[in-house]
């Protein structure tokens, strides 16, 4: 059996990306009975950015629904927010004084969001990589789903575990790593070298998981594309790498057999065919999300949250235990 986490900040609606790059691969890896699958709502995190506490608690509630109707089964799968749990902090705490403040500065995540807002360079932003870690390590995680720019992180996590391990003894799972090739790194729309991101200047980046399909469609129809006419994938056409890898997880059909469908049609044909695989995706997806109630929600996340402070707690005092604190 084999231990999984992972989870997403409820910062705002969730777009496409974070399902194509992130919740698909839960999804299939919940649905393999070897696995025990955990995720969380990583409320915490989102607090390194001021949140209105409304808003705050509603988005929680949303990516909680948002995991439910993207076809995580809480009947199977353990789901709660962060904050449900105290331990993360705790653990956090501790790991925070083995974690080495060189290997925080050189955090890819946290240089990248320092340069993008200097006003906001605070201690939360520079441990959340340890936090991150504390999510991971409390529950004896083997296996950490992620995209390319979350890698770094957990190999942060790796060597903290590796490290407390070596101070106290044997008291970590190591980790690894799970990247799927496909649809590891969703670009945006408006700029291919750029991943697409719900904190994009412009709303043509992405595609919110609750645009009306007329809007999901407007945002293909204007995604940019490469020279040329031919719909070909190849090193010199990222645009249309990233539409048909989008096309092609929605649809199952291969890269190569959407370019066998639209050999000799133009970009107009292919993201007409892409807008409507969109489409059917939404409809699909917000049907399920709009018939789940906030009070049934509620109570799949405290649920949740009493499954995993179960297995949190038993591991914060062996954590304890080997420092020798109370």
Known sequence: MSRI???VQPTNNLHLGNYLGAIKNWVELAAQPKNDCIFCVVDLHALTVYQEPEILRANILA???TYLALGIDPAKSTIFAQSQVKEHVQLGWVLNTIAKMGE??????FKDKSAQNKNNINLGLF????????????????LVPVGE???QHVELARDLALRFNKLYGETFVVPESVIKKDGARVMGLDDPSKKMSKSAVSANNYISLMDT???ARKKIMKAVTDSGAEVKGGADK???NNL????????GASVKDLEKQYAGKGYGDFKTGLADEVEKFLVNFQNKFNAISDKGIEKVLTEGAGKARQLAVAKINLVKNKIGIL
């Open 127 to 142: 441990a959340y990589p340890v936090l991150m870690a504390a999510d991971i390590l409390l529950y004896d995680t083997n």
């Open 244 to 251: 048909l890898g989008i096309y092609s997880l929605l649809s």
């Open 63 to 65: 990516v909680a629904k």
């Open 104 to 109: 925080l500065e050189r955090m890819t995540q």
């Open 238 to 240: 990222p645009a249309l």
């Open 5 to 7: 986490f992972s989870g």
């Open 149 to 151: 720019d979350q890698k």
């Open 213 to 215: 399909p007329a809007v």
